[in-house]
């Protein structure tokens, strides 16, 4: 289905229910979603969180910001401390490096990001859902954070993507930038997230006490 032909209404309906949801039920108290964090908190919290519970990150996160306060601090690291200090977070060879890349990169750029996003995708280890969490969160634009727990909601709700490859398909990326396009940009993209995370989950998604059954592509599959 091309995201053309799902309704406006359609869309509107999933905004309002899952935007409800989230007031109640969201995870407000993560550390990154505070109100006044600098690009580089915003920017650091989003590379830990790739592929990464963001439970873990929690409580990962405070301890690194305090020994990694800024950009200079990451790029002149010894990059054998920094893989030590990413290890309790996993995948700390691959993170450490791309880290660092990313931080002399920002060191040469005086901190500031570049606010085209052809420029923003040159940046070292800034790969779409970078710069799209940038674009939301630094320049307030209405961007989805889709990751494979997005794509996973939004598909099972108003159908499957064609690619394999969520950054390519059409109708995926054009369904998330209508699902988005909402006056409450950030908490659009987080109620979705943590919808996601506790009740869509990737293995028994609780179904039969969602809010949004009624209306949701699987359920009416799976549960007639
Ligand atoms: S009804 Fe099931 S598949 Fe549909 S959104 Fe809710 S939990 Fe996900």
């Known amino acids: ?98 880290l660092q890349d990313l931080a002399i990169e920002m060191v040469r750029l005086r901190g500031q990001f570049p606010t085209e996003r052809k420029a923003l995708e040159q940046i070292p280890f800034l790969g779409q859902y970078i710069v799209n969490a940038i674009e939301l969160q630094i320049f307030n634009r209405p961007k989805p954070l889709i990751d494979v727990n997005m794509a996973r909601l939004l598909e099972r709700y108003f159908g499957p993507r064609k690619l394999a490859d969520i950054r390519y398909d059409p109708y995926l990326q054009n369904l998330a930038a209508e699902v988005v396009n909402h006056s409450l940009i950030k908490e659009i993209n987080w109620a979705i997230l943590d919808f996601a995370s506790m009740i869509c989950k990737s293995s028994r998604p609780l179904c039969i006490n969602c809010l949004l059954s009624d209306t949701c592509d699987f359920s009416k599959k799976t549960l007639k």
């Open 1 to 98: 289905m091309s995201s053309k032909l799902i309704a406006k209404s359609g869309i509107f309906l999933f905004q309002s229910k899952i935007l409800d949801w989230f007031e109640l039920s969201g995870r407000h108290y993560f550390s990154w979603r505070r109100k006044g964090l600098t690009p580089y908190e915003i920017v650091i919290a989003e590379v830990l969180l790739q592929r990464t519970k963001a439970e873990t990150i929690e409580k990962f996160y405070p301890g690194f910001l305090i020994t990694f306060p800024d950009w200079e601090t990451i790029a002149r690291a010894d990059i054998a401390f920094l893989e030590k200090q990413l290890q309790p977070v996993g995948l700390y060879r691959q993170r450490a490096r791309r």
